[in-house]
T-cell receptor
Framework: KNQVEQSPQSLIILEGKNCTLQ??????????LRWYKQDTGRGPVSLTI?????NTKSNGRYTATLDADTKQSSLHITASQLSDSASYIC???????????FGKGTHLIIQP | SAVISQKPSRDICQRGTSLTIQCQVD?????MFWYRQQPGQSLTLIAT?????????ESGFVIDKFPISRPNLTFSTLTVSNMSPEDSSIYLC???????????FGPGTRLTVT
């Protein structure tokens, strides 16, 4: 069964600090892995998309890594800001949008 | 990129009634989808909205309960029929852009059934 596990479930850090969110998956076949940010009351917004051949991708202060061999990904947030408070969802695609497997997300809270 | 809007943004409905949610995309997209997100849970795909034909439903979702229309490339509706409190959830419209790679999500419709 395809699964995407994210950790931690929730995280609280002080503004300005860095943090790393984890995603482990057992999706097969694998097409790409996406990280989304979902603000409260909003739909998910794409941060990064990585295919099998990519092992890192950055989007501003967000850097995602992918190890396709161990089926692990991480999202690193640098110099956190209050606006980073959101849920971060890892999504693995097996090809075609109907083949998406969603993680439950990590709820991140940035405290001043 | 594509911007997706949904109406209504939220609603409180009585048991046994139906609600139709509208989804509008500001550019042509290849595929449109409807998801449900229950509190603290990940997104669950309800169905793929097919233009001009019946939607393709995922296991556990049926057309009588969640009729879907997609009359053109940029517009779709989802109806939640004969609602019960278990239908309380956020319903999200999603679309794949013309590049067939990026997937966009609407802001969601927060439904509460009393």
């Amino acid at each position: 069964k395809n699964q995407v596990e994210q950790s931690p479930q929730s995280l609280i850090i002080l503004e300005g600090k860095n943090c790393t969110l984890q995603c482990n998956y057992t999706v097969s076949p694998f097409s790409n892995l996406r990280w989304y940010k979902q603000d409260t009351g909003r739909g998910p917004v794409s941060l990064t998309i990585m295919t099998f051949s990519e092992n890192t991708k950055s989007n501003g202060r967000y850097t995602a890594t992918l190890d396709a061999d161990t089926k692990q990904s991480s999202l690193h947030i640098t110099a956190s800001q209050l606006s980073d408070s959101a849920s971060y969802i890892c999504v693995v695609s097996g090809g075609g949008a109907d083949g998406l497997t969603f993680g439950k997300g990590t709820h991140l809270i940035i405290q001043p | 990129s594509a911007v997706i809007s949904q109406k209504p943004s939220r609603d409180i409905c009585q048991r046994g009634t139906s609600l139709t949610i509208q989804c509008q995309v500001d550019s042509q997209v290849t595929m449109m989808f409807w998801y449900r997100q229950q509190p603290g849970q990940s997104l669950t795909l309800i169905a793929t909205a097919n233009q001009g034909s019946e939607a393709t439903y995922e296991s556990g979702f049926v057309i009588d309960k969640f009729p879907i229309s997609r009359p053109n490339l940029t517009f779709s509706t989802l109806t939640v029929s004969n609602m019960s409190p278990e239908d309380s959830s956020i319903y999200l419209c999603s679309a794949i852009g013309a590049d067939s790679y990026e997937q966009y999500f609407g802001p969601g419709t927060r439904l509460t059934v009393t």
